[in-house]
């Protein structure tokens, strides 16, 4: 069979990248279409994998949004009219679950948040992962069918961090003192449909926090170009140090050889939390349940205003052995795709 992948932000390569292994182990073909925004392209480089790109960032505004969804929705089709695809995978793509039905094609709508779009998913995907943090009350009341629902244990992040390795060496070329204390830090989407003008503050103000002291090193991974253009004029003349990396890098990595991580979205927050790290995150849209969960746990500090800032600890902490505790889902995924396709139940 050939399962059709649509990869349309940087973690969805992440998490899709040993599903895709798996599959082809089993004596499956994947197709892999891609949309060219952020590091999407870099990263499949990255890890492998051969990919067609189609579509681009549309921008924030709702209309260009409207018109990119058409289009792209539009390209999906083409490209696959006449291949011999068995079923459409993708982590919260409507441009593929429109396509798919289109086609006439199985499909599987994954997210792990439930306060994206899902209303076309509800109506034209043929099933919907989710993580089992996510209680199955909060999927029915935002309408999900029941019958469609396919809850898999841990976190997505568990897909793939279990594979993970720290590379000292890597690190070690960005020559930060030792007793630097190192921040990942992560911009909010600008331009998601579930924004918050309030995220973009909150990220600027923690920004200047960290970078006033001495001793502090942040990290900062970008989502756009001009998200490091701004940051850098805004702290221009801070004592801290600021790098930004010029090419998609390994996010993992640079979590791991963190001392904490502040993040305005989802995945990178669940990945350091799945790595042990201190994360705090300064979301300011809907929090979703796996974020409340691994809140409850201690596992991740909601920063929620500016008043809270003064929350986040900084310091060194000491790491413990990387890339245990988590069990590989990425099998259990591969064979559930695999269930999904008619015939093969």
């Known amino acids: 069979m050939t399962f059709w992948f649509d990869l349309c932000h940087p973690p969805h390569v992440l998490f899709f990248s040993p599903q895709i292994r798996a599959l082809e182990s089993m004596g499956h073909r994947c197709f892999i279409t891609v949309r060219d925004r952020f590091q999407v392209k870099e990263l499949c480089g990255l890890h492998g994998l051969d990919f067609l790109v189609i579509g681009r ?8 949004k409207a018109a990119g969804f058409l289009v792209r929705t539009a390209q999906l089709v083409r490209a696959c009219r006449g291949r011999r695809l068995s079923l ?13 039905s289109f086609l006439g094609m199985p499909s599987v709508f994954m997210t792990d948040y439930e306060h994206v779009f899902l209303a076309v998913a509800n109506r034209l995907a043929t099933r919907l992962f989710f993580p089992s943090a996510i209680p199955e009350r909060v999927l029915l009341e935002k ?5 469609k629902i396919f809850a898999y244990p841990g976190l997505k992040e ?40 309030e995220s973009e503050t909150l990220f600027y103000r923690v920004a200047e926090y960290l970078l006033s002291r001495r001793g502090v090193t942040v990290l900062f991974l970008p989502r756009s170009i001009d998200d490091a253009a701004s940051l850098r004029q805004r702290v221009s003349g801070l004592p801290g140090r600021l790098i930004v990396p010029d090419r998609a890098v390994d996010g993992l990595n640079w979590i791991w050889h963190s001392d904490l991580v502040v993040g305005g979205g989802g995945t990178m927050n669940r990945e350091a939390a799945a790595l042990g790290v201190p994360v705090y995150s300064i979301f300011r849209g809907r929090s979703g349940a796996v974020d409340r969960y691994l809140n409850r746990a201690g596992r991740l500090v909601f920063i929620e205003n500016e008043s809270e800032i003064g929350r986040i600890r900084i310091g060194k902490r000491i790491r413990p052995a990387a890339g245990s505790g988590h069990a590989d889902l990425s099998g259990l995924l591969a ?9 093969h139940a």
């Open 158 to 197: 568990d897909a793939y961090v279990h594979r993970f390795r720290p590379d000292s060496a890597a690190f070690d070329r960005l020559k930060i003192p030792r007793d630097s204390v190192i921040v990942t830090l992560r911009a909010p989407s600008f331009s998601a449909h579930y924004r918050n003008p």
């Open 335 to 343: 064979r559930e795709l695999i269930r999904t396709v008619p015939g």
């Open 88 to 100: 459409a995978v993708s982590q919260g793509s409507t441009y593929q679950v429109v396509a798919a």
């Open 143 to 147: 309408g999900v069918p029941r019958s």
């Open 57 to 64: 960032d549309y921008g924030k505004h709702s209309a260009a």
